[in-house]
T-cell receptor, first 116, second 113 residues
Framework: DQQVKQNSPSLSVQEGRISILNCDYT??????FLWYKKYPAEGPTFLIS?????DKNEDGRFTVFLNKSAKHLSLHIVPSQPGDSAVYFC???????????????FGTGTRLTVIP | DGGITQSPKYLFRKEGQNVTLSCEQN?????MYWYRQDPGQGLRLIYY???????QKGDIAEGYSVSREKKESFPLTVTSAQKNPTAFYLC????????????FGPGTRLTVL
């Protein structure tokens, strides 16, 4: 039962253009959302996050938008650079069913390729 | 400087053998996690520990075991009962149970021959 979904496994964008990565979730109790970036054979690194009480958070070239009514968030990268080529994971914070402890639930990832 | 280390980076094991993956952090974080990554499946939670001497099963705990005897260390044992152990294993930590962000180690690629 995948509570966080990234329906696009891959995305290709020209350098300098906007990259838009999408994420959908099913649990309305999620209260915090994060984006991680991952290079091959490395651990994910934190990129940007947003609280459920906000609808937008910006950090340099990266902006995350949250639409709670649609249970949808997106990551915008402007302008896209070749170094942005990586797998991007969306994650949501919620309570783990068996213990009630807060944990992160991850999407399946989207591979972004920025073409020079 | 602070961070999470996992060793080894690559590990090969014969079928039927147990193997232990190391995870150490010097961030003074209370909570630690083990995830498994398979192609097209994202990160799936194996075990987590909110505090020393306590740990809980995640979504795919069968065939794995952990211990948390020290705050800094959270080793994962892949037992012979794990049916499909070949995968990329990631360890993470966070300040505490209420913290939003988890910090990840570089990962261990386990291949069963």
């Amino acid at each position: 039962d995948q509570q966080v979904k990234q329906n696009s496994p891959s995305l290709s964008v020209q350098e300098g253009r906007i990259s838009i990565l999408n994420c959908d979730y099913t649990n309305s109790m999620f209260d915090y959302f994060l984006w991680y970036k991952k290079y091959p054979a490395e651990g994910p690194t934190f990129l940007i996050s947003i609280s459920s009480i906000k609808d937008k958070n910006e950090d340099g070239r990266f902006t995350v938008f949250l639409n709670k009514s649609a249970k949808h968030l997106s990551l915008h990268i402007v302008p896209s650079q070749p170094g942005d080529s990586a797998v991007y994971f969306c994650a949501a914070r919620g309570s783990y069913r068996s213990t009630g402890a807060n944990n992160l639930f991850f999407g399946t990832g989207t591979r972004l390729t920025v073409i020079p | 400087d602070g961070g999470i280390t996992q060793s080894p980076k690559y590990l090969f094991r014969k079928e039927g053998q147990n193997v232990t993956l190391s995870c150490e952090q010097n961030l003074n974080h209370d909570a630690m996690y083990w995830y498994r990554q398979d192609p097209g499946q994202g990160l799936r939670l194996i075990y987590y520990s909110q505090i020393v001497n306590d740990f809980q099963k995640g979504d795919i705990a069968e065939g794995y075991s952990v211990s948390r005897e020290k705050k800094e260390s959270f080793p994962l044992t892949v037992t012979s009962a794990q049916k499909n152990p070949t995968a990329f294993y990631l360890c993470a930590s966070s300040i505490g149970r209420e913290t939003n962000e988890q910090f990840f180690g570089p990962g261990t690629r386990l291949t069963v021959l």
